[in-house]
């Protein structure tokens, strides 16, 4: 079945290094949408790409959506203690929009 | 800033009882989800609803799982005999429009069957 898989599972950062989590799809999607996850809380929409090739920028965070619309980045520049968390993407399930298929996540741990 | 709620934050329940878990979407969304996640896993679809019916549900919404929208502002996730492998954290979303595809999630309820 339809798939999303990011990597890596877990990263530890030095405060003021840059993160980068990937995530690729089985198949082609309509949009990808990121979500943040502090520890005890739940899930945040961040953003959402549609276009092939878009990239959107939050502050100190860039996302990608890939040309083929099957992958996409998160980078994060010069991280903060705020950063930690589990990043999460997500993408449609095949065929619709009703329902969405989450990739496994990546924590993110940040040393001050 | 509105905001999806969701009650209780935590039930304990034995295995074979039936739970009630609510939430009350954010008042002028149309669809509504439940998802569930494993302690330190990932993001589990379970159903998505709209016009008071269900229009999509993964694998693990099996006949032990229903849902309601008993009147217009509550949405309801009924167990009905639960099992040791149904303790989670249940989160309800909801979003505006199907167009509109982001989704707001309530805090969660954690579910612990014993």
Redesign the interface.
């Known amino acids: 079945g339809q798939q999303v898989m990011q990597i890596p599972q877990y990263q530890h950062v030095q405060e003021g290094e840059d993160f980068t989590t990937y995530c690729n799809s089985s198949t082609t999607l309509s949009?990808i949408?990121w979500?943040k996850q502090r520890p005890g809380?739940?899930?945040?929409?961040l953003i959402?790409l549609v276009k092939s090739g878009e990239v959107k920028k939050q502050k100190r965070l860039t996302f990608q959506f890939g040309e083929a619309k099957k992958n996409s980045s998160l980078h994060i520049t010069a991280t903060q203690t705020t950063d930690v968390g589990t990043y999460?993407c997500?993408g449609?399930?095949a065929g619709?929009?009703?329902?969405?298929?989450?990739?496994?996540?990546t924590s993110l741990a940040v040393n001050p | 800033e509105p905001e999806v709620t969701q009650t209780p934050s935590h039930q304990v329940t034995q295995m074979g009882q039936e739970v009630i878990l609510r939430c009350v979407p954010i008042s002028n969304h149309l669809?509504f989800?439940w998802y569930r996640q494993i302690l330190g896993?990932?993001?589990?679809?379970l159903v998505?609803f709209?016009n008071n019916e269900i229009?999509?549900k993964?694998e693990i919404f099996d006949d032990q799982f229903s849902v309601e929208r008993p009147d217009g502002s509550n949405f309801t996730l009924k167990i009905r005999s639960t099992k040791l492998e149904d303790s989670a954290m249940y989160?309800c979303a909801s979003s505006a429009t199907?167009?509109a595809?982001?989704?707001?999630?309530?805090?969660?309820t954690r579910l612990t069957v014993t």
């Open positions: 949009n949408q979500y809380g739940h899930p945040v929409f959402q999460f997500a449609p399930g619709n929009n009703r329902k969405l298929i989450w990739g496994l996540g | 669809y989800y896993q990932k993001v589990e679809f998505s709209y229009s999509e993964s989160f199907l167009l595809r982001e989704q707001y999630f309530g805090p969660g």
